[in-house]
């Protein structure tokens, strides 16, 4: 399917209540393609209204959604899996037009990003309590989970594919209904994937998107309706903060995957080559714009000339361009905004005395483009070390002894996730144990998972996604006392 074909064929009214819906006000806002800054689509820009309608249609078919038989639910989460997989090709090219990755790293967010949907339809058939005597041989203890109720998604526009179906395969797994509020910036993946669960035959009511330029206007009536019993947001630790805040009011289970800040600290003992190809992974996966990406490498100074010559080497492969060109390995970043926070971040370093080793300059022409950056000698006190980059930017940094270094890498207000080299296993246990973080990786630079629980701590978040521990944030634990 071609360009033009792909945007026409995918909806671009609210899916509400099993039907597709334009706003109650018949709004709609803009989405644009990164590369170009064109329009792509005019989407249906929800309204209060139109999100409370869809808390009725989720409370309504709740009942009936939490009694259909596990199997069932796994089946239709599995047909979905399976359509999206025959599909692939179409996700992977709206991603690219509307999120600006290079359309490999489209294809990869399809294949994991799918992968939460089968993975969660093995998990919903293997949802236990468990039943014993009391200690006190007075009756017998009982405990069931039984689902949540309905729930609201909030998801950046990162992963427009993969932080849905890691938040809705879950909830539909577990019994619950939900209700996503995609990033204004990349609703037309998840208006897709609607789109497939409602071939696949999802009962009305169940699943609800409804994309909006307004976010707070939409979300916070239904954070103030006592009929909401669950909320999951991925984004930045001050919306996050914000929400947990007004989801605290009505006593929400709350899930939160925020902002990180992923030291990467490379030991004098590493093999460097390896160490070169995990920092490439866990720097520019998703062209920098992921909350696991490496923020700060802390290099063991014996070995940071070596490192930061082949890293340097090595990034300078990157070619920079549109991401639906085939040649291209590194495209644009989401918007002009994003684009100026790296830029300022490079201008504050540099001022404070970094050497820029790659990159550095923002190329001429449309779209929102940044070029594979290294900076070297980074000073404690830049920006950069402190605040999530959120692009193709490197910043190294030295450190001489392990605790200086384990010291270094916890100095931030975020644990999402971690990284460290060495062939030294005692010191890799060490070291993991002692990071202050929810996710580390011992000498790889991807550390996703689908089958593992992803989540942080600090500033990072609560709660966890994935793996056996994802279900569980949509399950309530009943204990019932039996004579």
Known sequence: MDTSELIRSVPTDLFLGGEWVPSGNRATFPVHDPATGDVLAEVADAAPEDAMRALDAAVAAGRDWAATPPRERAELLRTV??????????????????????????????????????????????????????????????????????????????????????????????????????????????????????????????????????????????????????????????????????????????????????????????????????????????????????????????????????LTERMASYRLGPGTDPDTTLGPLINENQKKTVIELVEDAVAGGARVRLGGETPEGPGWFYPATVLDDVPRSARILREEVFGPVAAVTGFDTEDEAIAAANDTEYGLAAYIFTRDLDRALRVSDALESGIVGVNRGVVSDVAAPFGGIKSSGVGREGGTEGIEEYLETKYIALR
């Not at 600006?100 to 919903?124: I, M, N, Q």
């Not at 909320?231 to 995957?257: D, P």
């Open 81 to 310: 899996w399976s359509k999206i997989s025959e599909r692939a090709d179409d996700f992977a090219l709206l991603m690219t037009l509307e999120m600006g990755k290079a359309l490999p790293e489209s294809r990869s967010e399809v294949a994991y990003g799918t992968e939460f949907l089968r993975w969660f339809s093995e998990e919903a058939v293997r949802i236990a309590g468990r039943y014993t005597p009391a200690p006190a041989g007075n009756g017998r203890i009982l405990v069931t989970k039984q689902p949540v109720g309905p729930c609201l998604a909030i998801t950046p526009w990162n992963f427009p594919l993969a932080m849905g179906t890691r938040k809705i395969a879950p909830a539909l797994a577990a019994g619950c209904t939900m209700l996503v509020k995609p990033a204004s910036e990349t609703p037309l993946t998840l208006l897709l994937l609607a789109q497939i669960f409602a071939e696949a035959g999802l009962p009305a009511g169940v699943l609800s998107v409804l994309p909006t330029s307004r976010a707070g206007d939409v979300t916070g009536p239904l954070l103030e309706d006592p009929r909401l019993r669950k909320l999951t947001f991925t984004g930045s630790t001050a919306v996050g903060r914000a929400l947990a805040e007004k989801a605290g009011r009505s006593l929400l289970r709350t899930s939160l995957e925020l902002g990180g800040n992923a030291p990467f600290v490379v030991f004098d003992d590493a093999d460097l080559d390896a160490a070169v190809e995990g920092a490439v992974a866990a720097k520019l996966r998703n062209g920098g714009e992921a909350c696991t990406a490496a923020n700060r490498f802390h290099v063991a100074n014996s070995v940071r000339e070596e490192f930061v010559t082949k």
